[in-house]
Structure formats: C-alpha cells, structure tokens
C-alpha cells in the first residue's frame, strides 16, 4: 500500500504513518499557493475507478504510481494557484457517493464516478472539511455542508475547527488532519489536544481512532491510503 502525506507533517507523525505502507512524502513548488502546496487532496481524488491525479501533479509520483502498479486517472484540467482552480479534485467519494462542488469538480472524477450518485454542496474544498463514515454518517467543519447533508437524510457531526494547525491560516478544517484505512480514522494529532475530541471519539461508532502523534491536530491536506 501507498500512502501519500504532506512532507511537512510533524516528524513523528510521519514515523508511526510509514509503518502502514510506503509512505509517499508529497511537496510541489509553484503550482498553488504555499499552505496547500504539498496538501494530497489537492492534487489526488480517490474514485471506485482507481486514483484521479492532477496532470501537473509532480513526474515522480506519477513515475511511482507506475512502479507499483497502482491504477490512475489523469484529470482533464491543472491545480490552479487560486480558488475554484485549487479545488477541483478535492471531493469526497464514497462507495455511493460523489459530494463536491459539481460546478468546479474535475470531469475526469465525473468519468470515474458516473455510476454513484452525486451531491452537490457549496464548498468546494470539500475533502478538507469533510470525513466519510461509510455512505450515510459524515464529519464536517463546514456548516453549508452539514446543512445539504442533513436535508438529504445523512447522519451529520459538525464540528468547530478552531484548534486545528494550518500555518497561514487561522485554523485548519476537520478533513485535512486525516485519512481512512479499513475502518481506522487516522489523525496527523492526538484528540485530546482538540476542544470537541471527545464528541469525534463518541460519532465514529466502530471505526478505530489511531493518533500519529501526541499533540494538536494537523492539517497536512488529508491522508491518501492507495492499493
């Protein structure tokens, strides 16, 4: 298993990661702006058919991609250096599902997504605020994506990101500080460093929490685990 994580992500987070897989550690330069800059969820979506990668994604990762004969998708357009350019493969895709922005995604993740049903938010940074439970329970830092959620009859956690690290920016968002592995939510931090860590630990039901390690919740731009 590959498993592709932001280089800048705390030393000792990236230690207990590597023990999953192969750990990819992803950094681009003069593509998007520095904060999202090696953040995973901007370049790479994760789809029924196989990984979308950005086209200007780096050469050595698509070169390893390759290597170990992981199956992807080229995207149709670029990683932009602003928004809804960052944003187009930043969607959440479960077995059901296709949740993004539907004005912004890619195409090449409609393609790969054209049997699942599609839901469509505002927020087009969709992965960075989101985690999928499965099909029907969902964790979010954004209300708008809470509200579309609900009205379409899923069960929501909203949960205040204050608290999470993101250099640049006030806070980081719910989504970014993890990734999903055979039932495991995996966090670049430890909940107890987070103010509503206990309701996280309450809503995720039987999926087993793994810390990376013992301090705040990091926002490295998710955690990509790909087979």
């Not at 309450?202 to 990376?212: D, H, P, R, V």
């Given at each position: 298993?590959?498993?592709?994580?932001?280089?800048?992500?705390?030393?000792?987070?990236?230690?207990?990661?590597?023990?999953?897989?192969?750990?990819?550690?992803?950094?681009?330069?003069?593509?998007?702006y520095p904060a999202i800059s090696g953040h995973p969820?901007?370049?790479?979506?994760?789809?029924?058919?196989?990984?979308?990668?950005?086209?200007?994604?780096?050469?050595?990762?698509?070169?390893?991609?390759?290597?170990?004969?992981?199956?992807?998708?080229?995207?149709?357009?670029?990683?932009?250096?602003?928004?809804?350019g960052t944003a187009r493969f930043n969607a959440i895709v479960t077995e059901n599902l296709l949740i993004h922005n539907l004005q912004h995604s890619d195409p090449a993740i409609f393609r790969a997504c054209s049997s699942l049903q599609a839901v469509h938010v505002s927020q087009a940074y969709t992965r960075c605020n989101l985690i999928a439970l499965g099909n029907h329970r969902f964790i979010t830092s954004d209300n708008g994506i809470a509200k579309v959620l609900v009205e379409n009859g899923f069960e929501v956690l909203y949960i205040n990101p204050a608290g999470i690290l993101l250099p640049g920016f006030a806070h980081g968002f719910i989504g970014g500080c993890c990734g999903i592995w055979e039932k495991q939510l995996i966090?670049?931090?430890?909940?107890?460093?987070?103010?509503?860590?206990?309701?996280?630990?309450?809503?995720?039901?039987?999926?087993?929490?793994?810390?990376?390690?013992?301090g705040p919740l990091v926002d490295g731009g998710s955690l990509v685990f790909v087979e």
């Open positions: 298993m590959l498993i592709i994580a932001d280089e800048r992500i705390p030393r000792q987070a990236k230690e207990n990661l590597a023990h999953f897989g192969e750990l990819l550690l992803f950094n681009t330069s003069g593509i998007t969820d901007i370049f790479f979506c994760c789809t029924p058919a196989g990984l979308v990668v950005a086209p200007n994604s780096p050469e050595t990762v698509r070169r390893r991609l390759q290597e170990l004969k992981i199956d992807f998708l080229k995207g149709d357009f670029p990683v932009g250096k602003k928004y809804p966090f670049t931090g430890n909940l107890s460093h987070f103010p509503e860590g206990d309701k996280i630990r309450e809503f995720a039901g039987n999926y087993k929490i793994i810390e990376l390690y013992d």
